[in-house]
């Protein structure tokens, strides 16, 4: 076996934490043949409920699993880490939009930021913690780490997007590809049924409803976290943390047959998107490992729109934490 890859979570004792912990022991996320360490990140108040998580991975005796750290101070979770999953941070709660959240979650990413400097050379850092697209702004301004190897998790948007236009056109997931979302994860994000395929060919040819994907499948998406809280009472949590290990793997493989995967990563200025934000885009991964954003995708009037109506909200996120940058 290698030398273990280590990854801090965040949140650890909390809902998303036990749905994906067990799964990236078990080896499920970074292989059967890579022995995985743990760095557990809580804050105080919850760090005997995290001793309790810590007992049940150990009992599980994964092979993979070669040490776990719990710790309430990030330096410590942070240090030497190749991989941070930034969960950690209070979900909103029936009538909330995941924006109301920014000045409380937001503070969060400051001192994780400037933690960060003690991980690994190749590090990446993925923030699920919402507003996650500006929690991830905050934290990659106030770290050293290069700005290239941070990113948001747009992730649950696609799977919920794929899911949809599946069901609508009675074809499995696999069908669907090209599933881009752009922007925030918000209730303005625009999931792109334009560029989507089925089958290899535009989606808007098996489906012809548009109506139906101009506004219902539209919002559902948009809509859906706010629906799983109003029915479970809590938010997502076991779809966030697969969404999370989708999230890691689209970043680590080679992304297959000209598709791509969405997640919010730092702009450079594609698509007329201000360089600096972290915005929902196509990504494709390269044999290397490194990615690029897709580009020349067409936009539709109705379709730019959408587009600029998720950019102004992203700029409006920023200027609400400039104090944070
Ligand atoms: P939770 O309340 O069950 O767990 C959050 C945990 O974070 C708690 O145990 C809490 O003690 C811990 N925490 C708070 N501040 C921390 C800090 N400074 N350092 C370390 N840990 C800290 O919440 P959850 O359901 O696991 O959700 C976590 C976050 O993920 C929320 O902000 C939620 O809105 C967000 N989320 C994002 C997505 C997405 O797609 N991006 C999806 C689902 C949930
Ligand atoms: C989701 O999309 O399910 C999460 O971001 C939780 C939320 O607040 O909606």
């Avoid at 899911?163 to 069908?175: D, R």
Wanted: glycine content about 8%.
């Amino acid at each position: 076996m290698s030398n273990p890859i280590r990854v801090a979570i965040s949140g650890a004792a909390g809902q998303i934490a036990y749905s994906i912990l067990f799964r990236i022991a078990s080896g499920q996320l970074f292989g059967k043949d890579r022995p995985v360490h743990l760095n557990l990140l809580e804050i105080p108040q919850a760090m005997n409920a995290l001793s309790g998580v810590a007992m049940e991975l150990e009992d599980c005796a994964f092979p993979t699993l070669a040490g776990l750290t719990l710790t309430d101070q990030a330096e410590v979770a942070f240090d030497g880490i190749h991989w941070a999953l930034l969960i950690g941070s209070r979900p909103r709660g029936p009538g909330m939009e995941r924006a109301d959240l920014i000045r409380i979650n937001g503070p969060i990413f400051v001192g994780q930021g400037k933690a960060l400097n003690r991980s690994a050379d190749d590090v990446r850092v993925v923030v699920v913690g919402n507003p996650c697209n500006t929690n991830c702004l905050i934290a990659m301004n106030n770290s050293d780490v290069p700005n290239d190897r941070f990113s948001a998790m747009m992730r649950l948007d696609q799977n919920r997007s794929k899911a949809l236009l599946a069901g609508k056109s009675h074809l499995p997931i696999t069908a669907v590809s090209h599933m881009v979302v752009w922007g925030n994860h918000s209730n303005r994000q625009y999931p792109d049924f334009e560029n989507a395929r089925i089958n290899g060919r535009p989606a808007t040819e098996l489906i012809t409803d548009t109506a139906w994907l101009r506004e219902s499948f539209v919002a559902l998406v948009q809509e859906r976290g706010a629906a799983v809280i109003k029915a479970r009472g809590l938010s997502s949590a076991a779809s966030a943390a697969n969404a999370a290990m989708d999230h890691v793997t689209a970043l680590i493989e080679p992304t297959a047959d000209n598709d791509c995967f969405s997640a919010a990563v730092c702009s450079h200025g594609a698509y007329g998107v201000d360089a600096g934000l972290i915005f929902g885009l196509p990504l494709r991964t390269r044999a290397n490992g490194t990615q690029e954003v897709v580009e020349g995708l067409a936009l539709s009037p109705w379709a730019q729109e959408k587009f600029n109506i998720v950019l102004n909200e992203l700029r409006t996120e920023r200027d609400v934490v400039k104090d944070l940058l």
